[in-house]
Structure formats: structure tokens, C-alpha cells
């Protein structure tokens, strides 16, 4: 899954970001080109907030990916587990500012078949994020199938520990 960020001046691609799934493995990502299909995409809409404090919008998105495979220089195959993550990007420089690694089971069955363009817009409510303040304390809230969570804006640290709706709010 990808965030592009282009000028609204002159309509150039200011960045290009990548996530990608963390391999078990201690892995330079940088190395490794991805075999195709790729089953991952960011889930919902990202939020536009200054994270890192340099003035600059930063972006945070929900992350999911399916399971994933990558090939290294000599060809041999090396695969990633399903995963979904919360991560923040600099709107500066494309690079991310943190990363948060959700439970497996959170979105269980809440998002569908990526090469499916009917059920684009069922997955696309299933991670839903918000920029809040709790006792003048900036966080990111969020709502990923029936879990709430709260993140530090800076850090990306818990700033409550994941609590269990019991329901499906979204």
C-alpha cells in the first residue's frame, strides 16, 4: 500500500511512501522487490495533522495487508504474515514518523478481496481515524472493527490501552 503526496502548485509528486508489512525475519526491506498480486491497501481515509511539530501537515493511515511475498537479490522467496498497522508520515519528507502494530483478530472479516472494486467501499469503514485532545493531550482515536484505542499523536504510543466495544460500531 502506497500514500503519494503531489503539489497543488505545479502537480509534481512531492513523495512516495511504501508500507510495508514487517517480515519475521531481520530483513532490509529496501532490498526485496514484491512478487505480484499484492494484497494490501490502506483501509479508510488517512488524516492530514502536524505530528512531528515542524508545521507541516503529517499523514496518518491504517495499513492492511493480506499476507505478502518478496523475492531478495538471489531469488529465494521470503513471506510476510497478514498484518494491519497504524502509521504516521511525514508530509515533509515522505519518511514515517512511528508505527503502530494492531492485534491479529482486530479487523477479522471487516475488509474484503482487494482486486474486488464492488466491495471497495465496505472495507474502506472499517479503520476509522480522528485527531482529538484528551486533557490537552493530543491523540490519534481510533476505531478498527470493534476496538477503540487512543495513540500519543508524537509517539504513537498507547495513550489508553485498547478497549473491546462488544459491537461492530462502524
Given amino acids: 500500500p502506497s500514500l503519494l503526496a503531489v503539489s497543488g502548485k505545479d502537480c509534481k509528486v512531492l513523495w512516495w511512501f511504501r508500507a510495508r508489512p514487517r517480515l519475521r525475519e531481520a ?3 529496501t532490498s526485496l522487490r514484491p512478487f505480484y498480486p499484492i494484497n494490501a491497501s ?3 481515509e488517512p488524516i492530514a495533522t502536524d505530528v512531528d511539530g515542524d508545521g507541516t501537515p ?4 491504517c495499513f492492511v495487508s493480506a499476507g505478502e511475498k518478496f523475492a531478495d537479490e538471489k531469488n529465494r522467496e521470503i513471506a510476510a504474515e497478514r498484518q494491519e498497522w497504524v502509521e504516521a508520515v511525514s508530509g515533509r519528507t515522505g519518511k514515517s514518523l512511528w508505527r ?7 479487523l477479522d472479516g471487516k475488509y474484503y478481496s482487494f482486486t474486488s472494486r464492488s466491495n471497495q467501499d465496505n472495507f474502506n469503514l472499517n479503520c476509522v ?7 490537552g493531550q493530543p491523540i490519534v482515536a481510533i476505531v478498527a472493527g470493534k476496538m477503540l484505542l487512543g495513540l500519543d499523536l508524537e509517539t ?3 495513550a489508553w490501552p485498547p478497549e473491546d466495544l462488544g459491537f461492530d460500531p462502524i
Fill in 27 to 29: 530483513v532490509d526491506m
Fill in 156 to 158: 504513537g504510543k498507547e
Fill in 42 to 44: 490502506v483501509l479508510g
Fill in 58 to 61: 503529517d499523514v496518518i493511515a
Fill in 129 to 135: 481515524l480522528g485527531a482529538v485532545r484528551l486533557k
Fill in 100 to 106: 503502530y502494530q494492531m492485534e491479529k483478530g482486530w
